[in-house]
């Protein structure tokens, strides 16, 4: 039997971005992937030179409860250790 798949959703309201996350087995892997967009964002907006310090990534069900806020920094902080 294959493991239910829902469908998660992500919002930056800095941006005003709204997109479709993916889906996903449950919240730990819709945020392991989110965590993954913020860093690509992140990558790419520092070649720009955004300061996306204030900004958060938002992931939702399909109900439009929120699973995960992710404040940027929190992605942007060197790992201890």
Known sequence: MSPVMSRFF???PATGAEDELGEFPDESEA?????ESVREIVSEGALDG??????KMIVTDESGKTIVELP??????????
């Open 10 to 12: 992500h919002k930056i």
């Open 31 to 35: 945020r392991k992937d989110a965590v």
């Open 50 to 55: 955004w300061n996306m310090s204030d900004w």
């Open 72 to 81: 940027f920094c929190e992605v942007l902080q060197p790992k201890n250790g």
